[in-house]
């Protein structure tokens, strides 16, 4: 809360005048009241619930306690008018990059990785990327970082073509 007060308070006047205005505007003038009182009910349900973060689960939680109060018409009313002001909260936001390999970086991780540290991943990768080229896939389709795993001596490679691979490794 400090932080985001030193960002307004660093912000010239003219300029925080102008974002002031703009987020004013961003709501109909005639249902800016509902909106808002909307959001506050939402708010306070979620300071009893002890919900620090809006999720999926929360507006579903909510919904759900709501369907033996309201009609589904008064529903959607709530869920639009939710979704119009979480929309301009959420401003700003930049979601993670997923750690998705593309064909570069497997082709580098191929060649150049440590053999006797990870033979049995480059193996893996190697299989999956001949077995999709051999079915006309893309062989970087769904490869993720996490798709290889270890438990003790055992190294599985869970893939979406085949279910699973699993072999164990002999040191």
């Known amino acids: 809360m400090e932080e985001q007060h030193e960002i307004i308070t660093c912000t010239p006047p003219e300029l925080r005048e102008i974002a002031n205005s703009t987020v004013d505007n961003l709501l109909p003038q005639k249902s800016k009241l509902k909106y808002e009182k909307e959001y506050l ?14 999720s999926e689960n929360v507006l579903l939680a909510y919904f759900e306690l709501q369907t033996h109060l309201k009609k589904p018409s008064s529903l959607w009313s709530i869920y639009v008018k ?30 150049e990785a440590d053999d006797k ?27 993720r970082v ?10 599985w490679a869970l893939f979406p073509a085949f279910k699973c691979l699993t072999f164990s490794q002999q040191r």
């Open 82 to 111: 939710l979704q119009a002001l979480l929309k301009r909260f959420s401003q700003g936001y930049e979601p993670k990059k997923s750690k998705i390999l593309d064909l570069e970086q497997i082709n580098r991780f191929i060649h």
């Open 41 to 54: 009910k939402f708010d306070q349900w979620c300071k009893e619930n002890k919900a620090q973060h809006i």
């Open 146 to 155: 996490s798709t290889i795993s270890q438990s003790g001596t055992i190294h």
């Open 117 to 143: 540290h990870y033979l049995d991943t480059k193996w893996s990768l190697h299989y999956y990327s001949d077995r999709n080229q051999y079915n006309g896939q893309d062989a970087t389709k769904d490869c």
